[in-house]
């Protein structure tokens, strides 16, 4: 009892990414800007994909997920750096910290799952099109999000069944801006060698398992795009499937650069960084990659516009 007391009661404090200095109040501001973006883009794709019923596809239904999952991403993480920011306090508790742990790596796994479900859809899309909708029919289609969501949580759980398992001694200061496991396990008086091992397959099953999905649907996609015999179905092919892989490779890039690598060869500053592009200007850039380059979510949105008579 007295070491769960002492567990549950205790309180870190994170450092944080930014200092008072000009500088960085100036890429304090920066972050909250993104982050505004970032949010209020997330929200307009899942609310334009709901109004416009032809956005009704399989293809947009997982998109609108896509921006759910990055807007409670950012909502995970922001907000608290903001607020310790703002209010000159740095402290969270292990229950207040475990929160944090278990959406971020929930939806860290989900998303991984999810973009692999999209490559799937565009396999089917391009390589099989008249089979599509019993291939890819709508409840297959809600299984496979309702899976990724799943598994994702399941990771979330095992990690932060383990989190708060360790007793935590010294500084209990942790340098980052979140409850990064990484960060955290440091910390712990407890010994982390096994749980460092369950972390690293974790990750091979969130990262290796579906970058090998993909890899494999895009390489098939890619053989079936330049055997394609008419231009425009080509373009419109490309194009889509390029805004999807430039998701990917953002994505699962910083990922894997953050969480594939030996523990001697992280740095605080380092983790921060990297960090802070895939939980802050990734969700930011995933709704421009896909919206900008969508002739079809673009005339949703001027239809949704011009119903609310804004243009």
Known sequence: MVWENQTFNSIFILLGIFNHSPTHTFLFSLVLGVFSVAFMENIAMVLLIYLDKQLHTPMYFLLSQLSLMDLMLICTTVPKMAFNYLSGKQSISLPGCGTQIFFYVSLLGAECFLLAVMAYDRYVAICHPLRYTILMNPKLCVFMTVASWILGSLDGIIVLAAVLSFSYCGSLEIHHFFCDVAALLPLSCTETSAFERLLFICCVVMLILPVSVIILSYSRVLRTIIHMGSGESRRKAFTTCSSHLSVVGLY????????????????????????????????????????????????ALQKVLKKRKLI
């Open 252 to 299: 699962y890039g910083a990922a894997m650069f953050m969480y594939m690598r030996p523990a001697s060869k992280h740095t605080p500053d380092q983790d921060k960084m990297v960090s802070a592009f895939y939980t802050i200007l990734t969700p930011m850039l995933n709704p421009l990659i896909y919206s900008l380059r969508n002739k079809e979510v673009f005339r």
